[in-house]
């Protein structure tokens, strides 16, 4: 026999240590962390001083920002002009319009530095668009039921109403945007 | 709707595919059933259709296209037969074989709903078709061989006559025409989509703009590199002010450890640099390279665009009892495929008119003892940075005297001047719209439209066109055109503070002038050039932009338009002339006032490219005062929305018109969803007083829209009226209980009833 055909026995059938014991007990009795299925992923970031969320999968990119060109035609009220995004020239709109956020949050963008404006990129159905936003917190996962129903003021409003709900986060409250009809409204208005 | 763009064959359905493989095929199959009928003994062009035809058979099996099955079958059979030597491919062969191909390429496209139907309505000709192709008369037919023979022999010694003709091209007349079938075997051909192309293109520009960021870099280290030599000098310089008395040996040593340490760093500093520039120098190598090579993908040998030409010239031919043969030359010259796209109408109807108007009757030419066959020769190749295309005739040539009087009796000049004219002056003529020499209009040419047409599409590419005319022994039309429409060379401008590009081509001149040169003639300003009088405005005026130019001693000034009218545009600066890829703007954009495209500025920032021709109109707009219109429209628009807002949802397109039409006589304004998902989303952006939808729809049918309508606590009380072409009882009680306020039936738009329906129910439209 071999050294190795006797040791592996020996070692098999040692005695378990009290300590290797109780970590193991812990480890099977420990209550199982259970991933909720049906959750939903967005992404979370401030235009001015309101946090907003779009589903994930309709994110393409975050960039840093770049020179966005502005078309000389005024009949385009939320295009802001064109950006170039690895090679491709994206039409860069104003988010802050189409959402009614210019008038409610002009002058307060809580932090004036620049160094965390991002660029999203956005791609529906083969349509892409970019926007400017004031930061990007990053991924959050949610359950449906977490979603509240926005403010009656905004939910009665006749036009331009593109928050589905309002989740809480942290210590603040993110508006979770419909992606289908605000991408609408953005082609729409475009055109 | 811009949705429905295609990504990758993989949208495609088999139908799709099948489409494409015909047209393809049947490419193949028409060159090589005329390259036959020139060389009657070329096998290998029957090789090359009996696996065309046999591939179409099977991919028509695969679609279930019974009728395109029968018809390859029976071509790819005679294929095979005349292979063997059991068959001769005879000229009227190759009439029914080509009459094969416009068959299959009808199959193909059939849509699969009236396929059915159309089998059957087609039975007969596809009958027909079979039988003529199986009869055995057909199998010898020795007599049209010999006919055609003839002429080709002949022609061959009667080419010299030809005005522009070099001898080189002569022995490349004799060789067997089988160019094209040559060329694509030569070299293996993929379909890529243009969108896949694209952004190929911008992925091989931004490579070449981050190599050029590197350059940058490596001028960032070169100062590091200097101030690493002067903090050398500076150690150096304070071992020296040092006494030497004072110079103990502790100091002494880790002096001579910082310069070791100094000089270390500055060596190795120095070889990355080293490094860093030959990397810099492969990389920008290998990126304009990449750049280049991926330009190079939008170039297309000319063979490709001129495909459908032989057929056409043959046929056209026949019609007019004429033999003519087309001599194709420089197919392999790459040509961009959007000039070659474009190209492909003008190029038909200079091959159209050749044959109608320069080709004489066969014994016409005989009597003038020429070949009674006629060569048309379609060229290409690039010149001087240029591509050249030509189209001559070996025909009779344009009757100067007969066209200087057409020119004279049109009352477009007087018959003095007509006669004081150069004969190139006088050809100039052809190309006025409407202007035609013919005094008969055939089905082929002679209406009058057509060579402007031409000049117009050459123009519009950049290019121009040259004609000339030998009596007696042809016309030939030579066209200039740009080698790329993807590259343009352009002048670099700043207005109201951003750069704006222009197409060089257009600007007749650029130039700076003295403020104190410049005049003003009640109240509009103007200064004097070649003792000709420019109008100047300001372009951030015309561009309607915020900033005025600088006011420098200088002004900068951009002369634009044609001799009839040039004007002065007044711009900040000039940034110089660059060399642009021009990137088309986003479709959704529609038509952009003033800027035709966009293309990238070295640094990677975006750089918009004025469109000259629109340009002129608003500058003439703005100078004949009709800004005032604008504000006019303005008030248009205002109008518009006091008006009542109806949407109408329905995914068929005449219904859509239909209704949008009716409801807009009405005096409403008209909004059109193609689905109930589109419909959905425009009615939730709150702005509709009623909705007007159908029921069946793909995506979310009228009834699920209805209830997404009545369950939203915003719209509970919206009107909503179905149209539907379902008017059983159990239809409208479905439609009424989802809260519906009407439900009509399609009929209604006959009587009006839905226009009263809709008064009805929201009022007139400015109520």
Known sequence: ?191 | MSRISVESFGDLSMLDLFRMEVVTQSTVLTEGLLGLERDPDSTENLEEMMRAAHSLKGAARIVGRQAAVRVAHAMEDCFVAAQQKKRTISSALIDTLLAGVDLLNRVAEVSDDTLASWETDQNNQIEAFLSSLSSPAETVAPATRISLDQPRVISEQALEPVGQRSPESIPEAKAPPNGTTGAAGSDRVLRVTADNLTSLMGLAGEALVASRWLDGFAADLLRLKRLQLQLGQTLEGLRDSIPAGMLDERTSGRLVEARERAASCQRSLAERLADLESFDRRFVNFSSRLYHEVLDCRMRPFADGIQGFRRMVRDVAQSLGKTVRLEVKGEATPVDRDILERLKAPLGHLLRNAIDHGIEAPNERIGRGKSGEGTVHLQACHSAGMLLITVADDGEGVDLEALRSAVARKNLTTLDTAKKMTDTELLEFLFLPGFTMKESVSDISGRGVGLDVVQTTVKELGGRVRISSKSGSGTRFQLELPLTLSLIRTLLVEIAGEPYAIPLARVHRALKLPRERIESVQGRQHFSLHEMQVGLVAAHQVLDLNGPPPADSEVSILVLGDKTARYGLVIDRFLGERELVVRTLDPRLGKVKNISSAALMPDGSPVLIIDVDDLTRSIENLVSGQHLSRIGSEKDIAATRKKKRVLVVDDSLTVRELERKLLDNGGYHVDVAVDGVDGWNAVRTGQYDLVVTDVDMPRLDGIELLKLIRQDSRFKSLPVTIVSYKDRPEDRNRGMEAGADYYLTKASFHDETLLRVVTDLIGTADS
């Open chain 1, 1 to 191: 026999m071999t050294e190795n055909q006797i040791s592996a026995p020996r070692l098999l059938d040692r005695e378990v240590s009290e300590e290797s014991l109780r970590e193991s007990t812990a480890h099977v009795a420990a209550k199982k962390n259970i991933v909720e299925l049906g959750t939903k992923s967005v992404v979370i970031f401030r235009i001015a001083t309101e946090w907003l969320a779009l589903p994930t999968d309709v994110v393409q990119e975050i960039s840093d920002l770049c020179t966005v060109r502005k078309l000389p035609d005024h009949r385009h009220g939320i295009l802001k002009g064109l950006a170039n995004v690895r090679g491709d020239l994206l039409l860069c709109v104003a988010l802050e319009v189409i959402l009614g956020l210019e008038k409610a949050a002009s002058g307060q963008d809580i932090s004036p530095s620049t160094a965390v404006r991002r660029l999203m990129i956005c791609r529906r159905r083969n349509a892409r668009l970019a926007f400017e936003v004031s930061e990007v917190h990053g991924l959050h996962r949610y359950h449906p039921r977490e979603l509240r129903s926005a403010p009656a003021t905004l939910a009665k409003a006749a036009e331009g109403v593109y928050t589905l709900g309002v989740l809480a986060w942290k210590d603040k409250i993110v508006g979770c945007l419909d992606d289908e009809l605000l991408f609408y409204s953005l082609n729409k208005g475009l055109a």
